[in-house]
């Protein structure tokens, strides 16, 4: 049922107005359409093609919308190294393997939406980043039009997920508890924050220097090294995007603070407990440099899409089709 709903509410963004791109107008010739593809990154504990998750999910848009293709990221060479990857491996290598991957195939030349779920949203984020920005196919370069992340951990997590949702499966509750026993013990440690994925995007706000020191993906994607000049090129594909959408889920008890999904994060200097947010437009994200561009897509009035999916809890009950559909047409 939660596969079934996520796919009708995907389908809403690529068989309706999305089918042909967003700016495009209408082909005259309905024998020329082709709907635009969709690239999806699953989030932890998932892989590209289990057949009862993100495989099912591609088969019933695909089967749903003629013409639709729907690429699911897989690190590594076979699902179960995917499903490893997703707790233990090097993510900048991972963005960069997918890169690779998506640069490579030919169904994606013209242009492709992309949607992240939990941690592939700021994964997937990260390829729009470092790879996006092409105009034309062949410019080395891939052409994202919308990203859509539903649960992501932009602003990092300052709290682990919690391993009991797996409980029914062996293996991967123990990876799970692997990873969260390394981040606990040494979030920052060499060892950890090089093999551990959820370490690389996790934020300890009683030592922030630390973070920005130590961390070696989310500071760099989000533009906040101070040792470093600001990656322009980051903002520059973000602000090539027709949409950016952003989505939480209202009863999230996995991402801590859910309204990292919204560039939302515990203010430096404060613990969990003080429960004190500093939000996106709040932010120096936001509000000084606007080094990733989101103020610019905000005030565009059309571009960022910041919305909630009500009493679900992070991709796990059923997702409110309405929902995502109004926050891709916001």
């Known amino acids: 049922m939660r596969v079934a709903l996520f796919a009708l509410a995907l389908l809403a963004a690529s068989g309706a107005e999305g089918a042909r791109g967003l700016l495009r107008p209408l082909d005259p010739n309905p024998s020329r359409r082709v709907p635009t593809p969709i690239v999806m990154w699953h989030g932890m504990g998932d ?21 639709l293709f729907v690429k699911n990221v897989m690190t590594g060479p076979n699902p179960w190294l995917d499903t490893v990857q997703g707790f233990f491996g090097d993510v900048n290598h991972q963005v960069k393997e997918t890169c690779e991957r998506l640069l490579n195939e030919p169904r994606l030349a013209n242009g492709f939406f992309a949607v992240g779920f939990s941690q592939g949203g700021q994964f997937m984020r990260a390829v729009v980043q470092r790879c ?41 509750s123990a990876f799970c508890r692997a990873a969260s026993e390394a981040v606990e013990h040494a979030a ?10 959820q370490a690389q995007y996790y934020y300890d706000p009683m030592d922030y220097e630390t973070y920005l020191a130590k ?72 509000k000084n440099d606007d080094a990733l561009g989101l103020r610019i897509l905000d005030e565009s009035g059309t571009a ?27």
Not at 47 to 67: F, R, Y
Not at 273 to 285: C, G, I, K, T
């Open 47 to 67: 892989n590209c093609c289990d057949p009862v998750s993100m495989g099912h999910l591609k088969g019933i848009m695909e089967a749903s919308t003629p013409g």
């Open 132 to 172: 996006g920005g092409g105009v034309v196919p062949g410019d080395g370069k891939l052409i994202v039009k919308r990203l859509v992340t539903l649960g992501g951990q932009h602003a990092g997590v300052s709290a682990l997920p919690g391993c009991g949702v797996y409980d029914n499966n062996a293996t991967l």
């Open 188 to 197: 920052y440690s060499f060892l950890t924050r090089t093999t551990v994925v």
């Open 215 to 286: 961390n070696q993906f989310l500071p760099d994607v989000n533009n906040e090294r101070h040792d470093s000049p600001t990656n322009e090129m980051y903002k520059e594909n973000l602000l090539a995007l027709e949409r950016l959408v952003l989505i939480r889920f209202s009863e999230d008890t996995v991402v801590v603070p859910k309204d990292s999904a919204w560039f939302g994060r515990y203010r430096a200097g404060t613990t969990i407990a003080d429960d004190n947010l500093v939000q996106l437009r709040e932010s120096d994200w936001y």
């Open 304 to 330: 960022l899409g910041v919305s909630q999916i009500r009493h679900t809890r992070h991709c796990r009950l059923p997702a409110r089709i309405y929902a995502t559909h109004a926050a891709l047409q916001h």
